[in-house]
């Protein structure tokens, strides 16, 4: 199993901006995506920002524009730069990533514990 830590939320007035990290403890043996997702109380979880196989990304309607995705994979980190902030992005911020950890290993969701970005002024 491999370990997902996030990092870089906090509290930002609107039209501010943050950058989130999702480190992995580990490299994956391969990847078929991965990306950001969010959930607000009493909402279900929605995707934000996707990288797919083939490497071509998926924004929600909603922050597309505002938000960036990015991928360093020498560090085994996966960003999302938030910029133009809303009280409407305000959520747990999850990152994922759905892959294998070795050769013969089952296709798996791996999550991070989540980080609280709050947008208010």
């Known amino acids: 199993q491999v370990q997902l830590v996030e990092s870089g939320g906090g509290l930002v007035q609107p039209g501010g901006s943050l950058r989130l990290s999702c480190a992995a403890s580990k490299s994956f043996f391969s990847i078929n995506a991965m990306g950001w997702y969010r959930q607000a109380p009493g909402k279900q979880r929605e995707s934000v920002a996707i990288i797919r196989s083939d490497s071509a990304t998926v924004f929600a309607d909603s922050v597309k524009g505002r938000f960036t995705i990015s991928r360093d994979n020498a560090k085994n980190t996966m960003y999302l730069q938030m910029n133009s902030l809303k009280p409407e992005d305000t959520a747990v911020y999850y990152c994922?990533?759905?892959?294998?950890?070795?050769?013969?290993?089952?296709?798996?969701?791996?999550w991070g514990q989540g980080t609280q970005v709050t947008v208010s002024s």
């Open positions: 994922n990533v759905r892959g294998r950890t070795s050769l013969l290993g089952n296709l798996n969701d791996y």
